[in-house]
Nanobody
Framework: QVQVVESGGGLVQAGGSLRLSCAVSGFLRISDIAWHRQGPGKQREWVARVTRTGVRMYSDSVKGRFTISRDNAVNTVYLQMNNLKPEDTAIYYC??????????WGQGTQVTVSS
C-alpha cells in the first residue's frame, strides 16, 4: 500500500522558518518527489522538485528561500522554508513519482504565515 505522509506544518510569523517532511512508503522505484501548494482561493501550484540523483528545481516564487533535500535511504524528502511570507500560506502537498509513471499524493500539511 502506497503511503505519502507530510508533516511539519504549522503557524509561524513572517520571516520565520519551518521544515516540512514527506515520507513515502510502499512505492517501488521512486524517481522524482515534488512539493506543491494550494493557497486559499488559489489553484494548486508546483513549489520544488528533487530527482533521485539529487537535482533540485524551484519555482521562482520560492527560489532562494526554500531548500528541498532528499534521503533516499528512508524515502523521505524535506522542504526547508526560510524567510516565510504571508503569501506562502497554503496547504503543502507532497507528490511522489516512480519510473513506471505512476504517482501518489499525500493529504497535505497546513502552513500559515502571519504578518
Amino acid at each position: 500500500q502506497v503511503q505519502v505522509v507530510e508533516s511539519g506544518g504549522g503557524l509561524v510569523q513572517a520571516g520565520g522558518s519551518l521544515r516540512l517532511s514527506c515520507a513515502v512508503s510502499g512505492f517501488l522505484r521512486i524517481s522524482d518527489i515534488a512539493w506543491h501548494r494550494q493557497g486559499p482561493g488559489k489553484q494548486r501550484e508546483w513549489v520544488a522538485r528533487v530527482t533521485r540523483t539529487g537535482v533540485r528545481m524551484y519555482s521562482d516564487s520560492v527560489k532562494g528561500r526554500f531548500t528541498i533535500s532528499r534521503d533516499n535511504a528512508v524515502n523521505t524528502v524535506y522542504l526547508q522554508m526560510n524567510n516565510l511570507k504571508p503569501e506562502d500560506t497554503a496547504i503543502y502537498y507532497c507528490n511522489a513519482q516512480n519510473i513506471y509513471s505512476a504517482d501518489a499524493w499525500g493529504q497535505g500539511t497546513q502552513v500559515t504565515v502571519s504578518s
